[in-house]
């Protein structure tokens, strides 16, 4: 129900943001109407009283009409008004500073004009208006009701809206508890246009995809794992159960013995390929990174395997070798280094040569380009998963188990670069390492 807490906080949130807004709203209109309530009011006065000055020299204080009741002073003192006029404190009224005012009077609003003028006496004209924000308050009720049905009208076109954008959340949420170790079949259509929603179900289709390939490169491997290290532990059995029925010659108990040591050594190599693959994290890798002489390292690893590629006869040579540092793990870069020259030398004729090159540019660029049995393009993708092996190499002349180019795959991602294989059936294989 976590998408209905969701979607209640953003009803929320819009619902406060809209109810603030439309606050603000009413009361600028409510400003302004009334300013404009009271600029109707003060020029109809100005214009009633500017009326009643122009009377004063031709008409008689009694024959002067007006809509509004007025009152004519002289020196500050009454010398008129109208039967209507009931204002009190006069005195104070005209010797405001500013003509116009206005007065809360019998619960209504009163507006005021004061006319100075010293023709053709010293005097001054008062004028009122009562009630000049009559039916104002209705206004004010219409403005409440309508902003109270606008705000209703925001929230329903807010919940719809929300449910619209949840919907494929709410599908997402729907398929991700179908999905199991056992069940990845789970797929949710793209919707359209393309928007951060059709994204968001983009990229979690793609984790699926990869959590099924992740499965069901686990399932092989567990198989693989339980396929290399039987061999070896029946063998070691068996031996030591035919060692045990009946007492033997020293000769049969040391090649036994010897047999026993040999598949122990496998089932060591294998582990510790095992744990090499899973001994680092992207993460924690970084904390041993050194300045490292690549061209060293290198240089140390074909001294290595000089007397192995001799004994098949294989021209093991440098065809670039130029100045190459970085700071990387020395474990790894070694690794890299020597899996690909192993692999070379293992899957490559007698007779035969290999090449390395190793140089840097703007990247660092490793080379192993050998005239092995080479790799069908079927297989080019399989080649760096645990314990793969191709067809061609599954004899026992030919050592390992498969983890190398694992290994190599695993260091070059952990470095953050990036590897390439090129390979023809009967001709080579040509192997490229980019840092």
Not at 13 to 36: D, E, K, P, R
Request: net charge negative; proline share 2%.
């Amino acid at each position: 129900m976590k998408h209905k807490r969701l979607k209640a906080k953003v009803l929320l949130s819009f619902g406060a943001i809209s109810f603030f807004m439309l606050v603000v709203f009413g009361f600028i209109f409510y400003y302004f109407l009334n300013q404009n309530m009271i600029e109707t009011a003060k020029n109809g006065l100005y214009a009633q009283s500017l009326d009643i000055k122009e009377h004063l020299d031709t008409a008689k204080f009694g024959d002067i009409h007006s809509k509004f009741p007025f009152a004519i002073a002289k020196k500050s003192q009454i010398a008129y008004k109208t039967r209507e006029f009931d204002l009190q404190n006069i005195e104070k009224i005209i010797q405001k500073k500013e003509p116009f005012s206005t007065i809360e009077r019998k619960e209504s609003q009163t507006a005021l004009y004061v006319l100075q003028f010293k023709e053709p006496f010293d005097g001054a004209i008062i004028v009122f208006e009562d009630d000049i924000d009559e039916g104002f308050e209705n206004v004010i009720a219409i403005i409440i009701a309508l902003e109270s049905m606008l705000f209703l009208f925001f929230l329903l076109l807010a919940n719809r809206m929300v449910n619209k954008i949840l919907k494929p959340i709410q599908n997402i949420s729907s398929v991700a508890k179908d999905i199991s170790i056992h069940n990845f079949q789970g797929k949710i259509p793209l919707t359209e246009p393309e928007d951060e929603i059709r994204d968001l179900i983009d990229s979690f289709n793609t984790m699926v995809d990869r959590l099924k390939d992740g499965v069901e490169k686990l399932d092989r491997f567990n198989d693989d794992v339980s396929h290399e290290l039987k061999t070896p532990l029946t063998v070691i059995n068996g031996k030591i159960e035919l060692a045990l029925k009946k007492d033997r010659d020293r000769a049969y108990y040391k090649e036994s013995l010897d047999l026993i040591r040999s598949e122990s050594c496998k089932i060591q190599k294998i582990v510790e390929e095992l744990l090499q693959l899973s001994k680092y994290s992207k993460e924690s890798i970084v904390q041993s990174f050194v300045p490292c002489d690549l061209n060293a390292i290198l240089l140390e690893t074909v001294d290595n395997y000089l007397a192995k590629a001799k004994e098949k006869n294989i021209d093991l040579k440098m065809i670039r070798f130029e100045k190459a540092t970085k700071n990387a793990s020395p474990e790894l870069i070694n690794a890299i280094f020597s899996n690909l020259i192993d692999n070379a030398i293992k899957y490559t004729l007698p007779g035969k040569k290999i090449q390395i090159s190793l140089w840097e540019d703007k990247k660092i660029h490793f080379i192993v380009q050998d005239e092995g049995m080479g790799i069908s393009q079927e297989n080019m993708s399989k080649i760096t998963d645990r314990f793969y092996r191709v067809d061609e190499s599954r004899n026992k002349e030919i050592e390992g188990f498969g983890l190398g180019l694992s290994i190599v795959r695993n260091s070059i991602e952990l470095h953050s670069g990036e590897l390439q294989i090129k390979s023809e059936l009967d001709i080579g294989t040509t192997v490229e390492v980019i840092l």
